[in-house]
């Protein structure tokens, strides 16, 4: 499974979109984008994924570069209950691999 | 509630002793996964099972942990001889055969080794 690389920690204002980057240069052709967040002391909440085409649900937005190697997450309007660790994984048919992931913080 | 269930919530024991976490999955769900995952750090992969058979294990499984999935539906995790470096938390994710399928994640099995 391909490594993606993602910034420790990002700050958004309450009410704005916040936009999260994560590369993955080295993404295959049957690899999916996937993200997931994480508050304290739950498990990973799957949040969307996409192979090559945006996605869009009652989350987030996913926007995939054309080369697939990057990808940003769209919160439209974050909110104080955004504020949670997300991760971005590239995935094939194997398990899923986490790296250390975003840290957002909602601010009001 | 249909999501994924794992019982206890919280343990805590001392060195030495065996601890054993049961994990019960979405029930149409045909895979599923242990990871372990300690303060600051993404969710690190155990195992995975497709129905009953054990598919995959990490290195970081060592002889003391054992894994079981006997009728491919819940599963149960042991940790032999618990060692204060096992203290974490120990999270189970179920998702269908699709290979694609996003995996769903319980609220995990937060272990204390005093």
């Known amino acids: 499974d391909a490594k993606t690389t993602q910034p420790t920690s990002m700050d958004c204002a309450e009410g704005r979109a916040a936009n999260l980057p994560c590369n993955h240069s080295t993404i295959s052709g049957n690899e999916y984008v996937y993200w997931y967040r994480q508050i304290h002391s739950q498990g990973p909440q799957y949040i969307i994924h996409g192979l090559k085409n945006n996605e869009t649900n009652e989350m987030a937005s996913l926007i995939i570069t054309e080369d697939r190697k990057s990808s940003t997450l769209i919160l439209p309007h974050a909110t104080l209950r955004d504020t949670a660790v997300y991760y971005c994984?590239?995935?094939?048919?194997?398990?899923?691999?986490f790296g250390a992931g975003t840290r957002l913080t909602v601010k009001p | 509630d249909t999501g994924v269930s794992q019982d206890p919530r919280h343990k805590i024991t001392k060195r030495g002793q065996n601890v054993t976490f049961r994990c019960d999955p979405i029930?149409?769900?045909?895979?599923l996964y242990w990871y372990r995952q300690t303060l600051g750090q993404g969710p690190e992969f155990l195992t995975y099972f497709q129905n009953e058979a054990q598919l995959e294990k990490s290195r970081l499984l060592s002889d003391r942990f054992s894994a079981e999935r006997p009728k491919g539906s819940f599963s149960t995790l042991e940790i032999q001889r618990t060692e204060q470096g096992d203290s974490a938390m120990y999270l189970c994710?179920?998702?269908?055969?699709?290979?694609?399928?996003?995996?769903?994640f319980g609220n995990g099995t937060r272990l204390t080794v005093t």
């Open positions: 994984i590239s995935k094939g048919n194997n398990d899923m691999r």
């Open positions: 994710a179920s998702s269908l055969t699709d290979g694609n399928s996003p995996l769903h």
């Open positions: 029930s149409e769900h045909n895979r």
